[in-house]
T-cell receptor, first 113, second 113 residues
Framework: DAKTTQPPSMDCAEGRAANLPCNHSTISGNEYVYWYRQIHSQGPQYIIHGLKNNETNEMASLIITEDRKSSTLILPHATLRDTAVYYCIVRVLSYNQGGKLIFGQGTELSVKP | DAGVIQSPRHEVTEMGQEVTLRCKPISGHNSLFWYRQTMMRGLELLIYFNNNVPIDDSGMPEDRFSAKMPNASFSTLKIQPSEPRDSAVYFC???????????FGEGSRLTVL
């Protein structure tokens, strides 16, 4: 599986957009980009995933560059409850057997009042 | 609907004792994952099952660890004998299909003295 590189920490002001970058320069054509987050002491929570098109859901937007070597997770209006560790993961999927979801070190996002 | 249910939530045991962690996946989900989290190593994938069959157990640290999934609604992770370095939070996760998003339980915090 391709490895990802994320900044270890970031700050964001409450109400502003939080833009979390991720580099995955060795990503293969059949690997998806997934984002999860982990709020202190809880299990990780799925946010969004994509292959090559930009994706948006009720939680966030995912922007993947055209060459797929990097992506950005956007939380449009960060709140204090968005303070968490955010993980960017690339994952090979096999429809019948799924695929490993391997977590890196992630980015610790602190949303400040 | 109930999420992924793990038990016990906390376990304190002495070195050499057998430890059994339990997981009930979300009803209807057919993939199940076991993870371990420590400060030093982060979130590590230990093993995952698809339709009750182990697909990849390459993350299981050594023979002291074993995992079973006797049916679609129950899985166990056993450590025998336990050692202090096994102290960690163990998470179980399930997904509706092999390639779907993972839903995590609240974790089992294990302390081996």
């Amino acid at each position: 599986d391709a490895k990802t590189t994320q900044p270890p920490s970031m700050d964001c002001a409450e109400g502003r957009a939080a833009n979390l970058p991720c580099n995955h320069s060795t990503i293969s054509g059949n690997e998806y980009v997934y984002w999860y987050r982990q709020i202190h002491s809880q299990g990780p929570q799925y946010i969004i995933h994509g292959l090559k098109n930009n994706e948006t859901n009720e939680m966030a937007s995912l922007i993947i560059t055209e060459d797929r070597k990097s992506s950005t997770l956007i939380l449009p209006h960060a709140t204090l409850r968005d303070t968490a560790v955010y993980y960017c993961i690339v994952r090979v999927l096999s429809y019948n057997q799924g695929g490993k979801l391997i977590f890196g070190q992630g980015t610790e996002l602190s949303v400040k009042p | 609907d109930a999420g992924v249910i793990q038990s016990p939530r906390h376990e304190v045991t002495e070195m050499g004792q057998e430890v059994t962690l339990r997981c009930k996946p979300i009803s209807g989900h057919n993939s199940l994952f076991w993870y371990r989290q420590t400060m030093m190593r982060g979130l590590e994938l230990l093993i995952y099952f698809n339709n009750n069959v182990p697909i990849d157990d390459s993350g299981m640290p050594e023979d002291r660890f074993s995992a079973k999934m006797p049916n679609a609604s129950f899985s166990t992770l056993k450590i025998q004998p336990s050692e202090p370095r096994d102290s960690a939070v163990y998470f179980c996760a399930s997904s509706l299909r092999a390639a779907g998003e993972l839903f995590f339980g609240e974790g089992s915090r294990l302390t081996v003295l």
